[in-house]
């Protein structure tokens, strides 16, 4: 063998460069990859003696160690920072539809829902029609938001525009095909005067369609446009009352008809929305940094759509989920509807005592928004920190963060409780509400707080896709609700309806918790399923 | 348009006796057909990688069959019917150990179970997370890969994967156009049927994988996993090949380096349509001593190298100029070369021209064609210059060498001072110019007419199918 130390300066300045560009090769292979890229030939390589450039590889790659810098680079930067401060109020925008018309009712004694200054047959026939247009279209929109995010996030817009139009077709033929039930068995089984009925059937449409339309307002969180499709319909409410009354139109008629302008404005409102968001294609100007010459990625245009059967496949747990939530939540008013004196009528007694506790999810939401909102990123880092030997790591670190949500919502629940509790009178006061309306309050707050634990869980379960679970707890909440609060109705009084929904909100709160243990037990697998 | 799917087109479009089914394998569902399809192909399937949810969302299964499987895939028959397969693909791909043939028929076995089973719920099931788990904390190296890239391996090599549930329709022969996963589809085919395969490769897969790697890959042990991955499945087209087909000399010594004997690789070079590419009179942009260079501004391409060969170009030739045409994909990249023109004062001399659809019209508007890049197989771009009859210089990489022979300069990559020297070397030799555009253009006519290249692909074809 003959000892050349030109080849040997050569191996090594070319170790030294293959250092730069990759400091930890794996093999001969990947060093003879960056030789060629750097331009070493098979040529340049027989001029130093050897045959090729693999075998010019096979002698650099042990030397290219020598060379590695002695730091790794960081991995990643630190996760945004916000404050909880304001990450509560952002999660309490969410909400703020319900509260700006619960205020509108207040002050204004009018709104999108509640019909108290009605002749009860017709304050029952909204009342119905609004919480069936909510049961009917709940799990469509959980549907729709969550499969329109899916595409949206991938600059999708044909296919986010595909899952709207399917969805406001199927949408569409569910609220007929409900409506059409609803009548037929109003007409022939339960017979009604045929007015009362077009009043559900009606709201039932209205109420269907808004939600319909403001899927991608909620799918995108856009918090402006759900302020100010709220602000329209109540001006338009509020105007078209004043002007009804001042016309002298009955109480119902001036009601009903403003009430029709405000959910009109809120459907045309939402409907822009949808337009901009999901159907209008925006014009792609270059900015001042893109070179003429720069070739944007092109948006998809022409799309070939997935089968839907499959979307609406995955998609039937949340369908699942959305809908028990309304008939969760509406199954202890209802009973309180039917067990009445005068048959199924409108109990605006209890209805104003359960709103009013409900009232209490508005801040609780808050605070859990201030969890949520950092679980994902923060699930990242610490998976991303973790090595693969020490899963259990990784759900300490969930159980931990878990446990510290629960103390919140739990402590604020309870903090709420006490405030709710000591100033029931005033806030059924202010509210219009009777005695029966302030008991109803008392339980149903307690109720509020059983269930603000369960929906903390909820959306903690969510965000692991672990929603056939919830769904299933819900079914179960859901009947039992009925059936609790059915018996003790007839047996007692109405307003006892609400222990079946303080019963059930411990049993769905309860269960949640026990529910949320079985995946977080696994925490590694069930965050891996739900990438 | 990319070089690999101007061939295909040439190839079936030119091949009208022979029938074609298209297994299209793309990253996600909006990539859109850029061709119009000949009458010869009977059936194009896409399979998107990423951008769905489940295969059943693109294929043309009936939902009452994805029920029946989803319905019978229950953890239980998965550890015993998947997971032996499953580990035995992990051993020989990702650890390199236990040899091809067991990958292959882990693969195939796989391929079989997916027949009957759903493979979203068989992905997303307890044993096989398990199992891949286990086998990570279970190696000296991956050990050290984090929870989360674990589970981003996981995902994404079920995504490759995905490849096992296509089935195609019977055939003659398969042909891949990539040692990729695309090529699983004919390994598999082959133990099934034994339908022959065979396999044409335009740039080196592993090796540009590698460089991706490089650029990508999180962490050392993360980097390795894929590289060893990705060399199998290479190694996996070569093995299960019965011919491999490199479109030049070049991509043949990577084939040999990954065992592949001679006898079975034989160069197919690439067509070039000589009517369509030819010396024309078109309207200049500029009259004077002008570089052309259509390439696609990226990093790979280096038109780094070419702006900044042009400064010295300049000293030389004051009056000369460069036209870039190509699509600038990166904008970051697109922003240095416009800073590097700025910045070398080269605004009068440096034009980017912006993408062209066509390129013969931009290589006869100048004097001398410059191909700068760092990483080519056998470029169509080079072939289409040439067949124009330009002078080229290119940079010494891939197959550039060998397609150019006489008909141009060659010179090291990354070195705008030699490139530069070349060009200017043309710019005062109107008589080399003249003589290198000749052989460049006489070249492409002997060695690398279209009509070769379809004849050499319809012998191969029918040779199989009789």
């Not at chain 1, 990643?76 to 952002?90: H, V």
């Not at chain 1, 005068?342 to 209890?350: K, P, Q, V, W």
């Not at chain 2, 895939?73 to 032996?84: A, E, G, I, Q």
């Amino acid at each position: 063998m003959t000892w050349r130390p030109s080849n040997a300066t050569y191996v090594d300045s070319l170790a030294r460069t293959i250092a730069e560009v990759e400091p930890n090769v794996k093999d001969y292979l990947e060093v003879a990859v960056i030789l060629e890229i750097v331009g070493v030939s098979d040529e340049t390589a027989r001029l130093h003696g050897y045959e090729s450039v693999f075998a010019l590889a096979r002698d650099v790659e042990p030397l290219v160690e020598l060379y590695r810098p002695r730091t790794s680079p960081a991995r990643g930067g630190p996760l945004e920072q916000r404050s909880a401060f304001i990450l509560f109020f952002t999660g309490m925008f969410y909400n703020l539809w319900w509260v700006i018309m619960l205020v509108a009712l207040f002050l204004g004694g009018q709104s999108l829902w509640a019909s108290v200054r009605l002749p009860p047959d017709i304050a029952t026939s909204i009342g119905l029609g609004v919480i069936l247009g909510l049961v009917a279209t709940g799990g469509v929109q959980q549907f729709a938001s969550w499969k329109m995010t899916y595409y949206l996030l991938q600059d999708n817009k044909p296919l986010a525009r595909f899952v709207m139009d399917k969805s406001l077709f199927w949408g569409g033929v569910l609220l007929i095909t409900v409506g059409a039930g609803y009548a037929l068995i109003n007409e022939l089984i339960l017979p009604k005067a045929f007015g009362i009925t077009l009043v559900t059937l009606y709201y039932f449409l209205l109420i269907g369609l808004f939600r319909l339309l403001v899927v991608p307002v909620y799918a995108m969180k856009r918090y402006l446009p759900l302020i100010l499709s709220a602000l329209v319909a109540l001006a338009f409410m509020f105007v078209s009352l004043f002007v009804l009354e001042a016309l002298g139109a009955s109480r119902t008629l001036a009601t009903i008809g403003s009430q029709s302008f405000g959910l009109y404005a809120l459907i045309v409102v939402s409907a822009v929305f949808l337009f901009e968001y999901v159907y209008r294609e925006p014009r792609e100007e270059p900015t001042a940094e893109e070179p003429p010459f720069y070739s944007k990625p092109e948006r998809p245009r022409h799309v070939r759509p997935p089968r839907f059967a499959y979307l609406a496949h995955d998609g039937l747990p949340l369908i699942a989920y959305g809908t028990l939530f309304f008939v969760y939540l509406f199954a202890d008013r209802l009973v309180s509807w039917w067990n009445q004196g005068d048959g199924f009528a409108y109990n605006a007694s209890y209805q104003v005592g359960v709103d009013m506790a409900l009232l209490m999810l508005i801040p609780l939401t808050g605070v859990k928004f201030v969890f949520i909102y950092r679980l994902s990123d923060s699930m990242r880092e610490t998976l991303r920190a973790i090595p693969v030997t020490r899963p259990r790591a990784f759900e300490q670190w969930l159980t931990a963060f878990y446990g510290r949500m629960m103390v919140a919502v739990i402590v604020a629940g309870l903090l709420f409780l006490v405030v709710g509790l000591l100033l029931a009178g005033p806030i059924i006061a202010v509210a219009g509400g009777d005695a029966t309306s302030l008991v109803v309050f008392r339980y149903a707050l307690v109720g509020v707080f059983f269930f603000s634990v369960f929906l903390a869980n909820a959306v903690f379960s969510l965000v692991f896709r672990r929603t056939w679970g919830l769904s299933l707890i819900l079914f179960i909440g859901s009947v039992a609700n009925f059936i609790i609060g059915a018996t003790l109705a007839m047996s007692a009084d109405p307003w006892q309806a609400v222990f079946g929904f303080v019963i059930t909100a411990f049993y769905l709160g309860v269960v949640s918790i026990g529910y949320v243990y079985t995946y977080t037990s696994r925490a590694v697998y069930a965050h891996y399923t739900a990438m | 348009m990319g070089g690999v799917s101007t061939w295909a087109d040439s190839l079936i479009r030119g091949l009208p006796d022979i029938r074609f089914e298209i297994v299209s394998i793309v990253s996600n569902p909006n990539v859109e057909l850029r061709y119009r399809l000949p009458r010869n192909v009977e059936r194009i399937r896409t399979l998107p990688l990423w951008g769905e949810e489940r295969p059943e969302e693109f294929n043309g299964e009936t939902y009452r069959s994805f029920l029946h499987r989803r319905l019978h895939t229950r953890d239980r028959f998965v550890r015993h019917s998947f997971l032996p397969h499953f580990e035995d693909f992990l051993e020989g791909s990702v650890n390199g150990d236990g040899g091809l043939e067991r990958v292959a028929e882990s693969l195939y076995q796989m391929h079989l179970y997916f027949q009957d089973r759903d493979f979203k719920k068989t992905f997303q099931s307890k044993p096989v997370f398990d199992l891949f788990e286990s086998f990570l904390a279970g190696h000296q190296l991956y050990r050290d890969i984090s929870v989360l890239e674990a589970a981003n391996i996981l995902r994404t090599l079920s995504r490759y994967l995905k490849v096992l549930t296509v089935h195609p329709g019977e055939a003659d022969v398969s042909h891949s156009a990539i040692a990729s996963i695309a090529g699983l589809i004919g390994v598999v085919e082959k133990m099934k049927r034994d339908v022959p395969f065979i396999l044409t490769e335009h740039g080196l897969y592993y090796r540009e994988r590698v460089l991706d790697l490089i650029n990508r890959a999180p962490d050392f042990p993360t980097k390795v996993l894929w590289s060893n991955f990705f060399r199998t499945v290479a190694r996996l087209n070569y093995r299960y090949a019965d011919r491999v087909y490199p479109v030049c000399k070049f991509n043949r010594r990577w084939q040999r380096e990954a065992g592949v004997p001679d006898d079975r690789i034989s160069v197919v070079y690439n067509g070039v349509d000589t009517r369509r590419f030819r010396p024309m009179a078109v309207d200049r942009p500029y009259p004077g001593p002008t570089v052309t260079s259509v390439i696609r501004i990226d990093r790979l391409k280096d038109a780094m190298n070419l702006i900044v060969a042009m400064s010295h170009v300049r000293q030389e030739i004051p009056n000369a100029r460069c036209l870039i045409y190509g699509p600038a994909p990166d904008l970051d990249y697109a922003q240095l070369c416009l800073g590097t023109v700025k910045k070398l004062g080269l605004q009068e001399t440096v034009r980017f021209m912006g993408y062209t659809s066509q390129p013969e019209a931009a290589y006869n508007a100048g004097d001398v064609v410059v191909m700068p890049s760092v990483s080519e197989g056998f470029p169509y771009a080079l072939l289409e210059a040439m067949a124009v009859g330009k002078p080229i210089v290119a940079t010494d990489v891939g197959g550039v060498r060998e397609a150019l022979g006489d008909g141009g300069i060659v010179v090291p990559p990354r070195s705008p001072r030699i490139l530069a020297d070349a060009v200017v070397t043309l710019f005062r030799d109107p008589a080399l110019q003249a003589q290198l555009g000749n052989e460049a253009r006489l070249r492409v006519q002997v060695a690398y007419p279209l009509e070769g290249f379809l004849r050499q692909y319809g012998d191969i074809y029918r040779g199989y199918a009789s």
